[in-house]
């Protein structure tokens, strides 16, 4: 892969460079947990979604693409989930020994613009160089030979009120995005979900617990759409009739049955 170009725009009220390194002598070693000033093993970052804060490349600062940012969210089971505007990176993660490492490393492959993509490029080519961590308080900081990347924790958006887009589609082993064209988007209220985008699925009446919610569907037309959207459609459809599993990571709802689900993103 060839190296980006470096991008040299300075981001207003970033971090100094000095300011960088107090913190990380402040921190302790790489792969330290300031908690209990001890090396932390790779559960440490299991369950948790970090933002970006600062991006520096060869000791300068570089903004992200306007309107965007990167989250890396850590799951429970050993995984990293990672984006930057556009596509989905991930894989299974490892954090021992103060390196970051990443394997079986997959990206979806939607379109987007070019400055998206570089940006995407340039995430997992970091990530899949070994970078070094260590935490700072709530700050993650990730380390390669030339860029640095801060991250802060971040919490978690509301189900009720929060306009949802779907995302990834989860089929058995398969992941992919949502096809291009298609824009949908799930709205909870107080008992009903509604539903825009699709072709016959507008509203489904729910009831949720901590994490489950139970669906109630009432018999829908038929109409014939697009493909692309009836395949979405048809998911959407096993979904919400009967109960699913769901969970929320900071802006991220995943919805889940067995091995199919919805990956869907906070606008």
Same mark, same amino acid.
């Given at each position: 892969?060839?190296? $980006? ?28 947990? $300031? ?122 958006? $509301? ?59 009432? $018999? ?48």
């Amino acid at each position: 892969m060839s190296r $980006p170009r470096r991008v040299t725009t300075v981001w207003p009220g970033i971090l100094s460079i000095a300011a960088l390194a107090m913190a990380g002598c402040a921190a302790g070693p790489a792969g330290s947990d $300031p908690a209990t000033g001890q090396s932390a093993g790779s559960g440490v970052l299991h369950g948790r979604t970090y933002t970006a804060q600062t991006i520096i490349e060869q000791g300068r600062p570089r903004a992200l693409v306007a309107g965007t940012s990167i989250e890396l969210r850590f799951t429970d089971d050993g995984r990293l989930v990672a984006n930057a505007g556009c596509n989905t990176i991930s894989g299974a993660v490892a954090s021992g020994g103060g390196k970051l490492e990443l394997t079986d490393m997959t990206v979806t492959e939607m379109g987007c613009a070019a400055e998206l993509h570089d940006q995407d490029r340039r995430l997992s080519a970091f990530l899949g160089g070994r970078p070094s961590w260590r935490l700072d308080g709530g700050t993650l900081i990730l380390s390669s030979t030339d860029t640095t990347l801060v991250l802060t924790r971040a919490g978690a958006v $509301p189900l009720v009120g929060t306009t949802w887009r779907t995302d990834t589609l989860i089929l058995g082993d398969v992941a992919g995005a949502t096809p291009a064209g298609v824009d949908v988007t799930f709205v909870f209220g107080r008992d009903q979900v509604t539903v825009s985008g699709l072709c016959n699925l507008r509203a489904a009446r729910y009831r949720a617990t901590s994490a489950t919610i139970t669906f109630e569907l009432d $018999p829908l037309p038929r109409n014939t759409c697009a493909p692309k959207i009836m395949r979405v459609e048809q998911l959407a459809v096993a979904l919400l009739d009967g109960e699913a599993n769901y969970r929320i990571d900071r802006t991220t709802l995943r919805i889940s049955k067995g091995d199919r689900g919805l990956l869907l993103v906070a606008l």
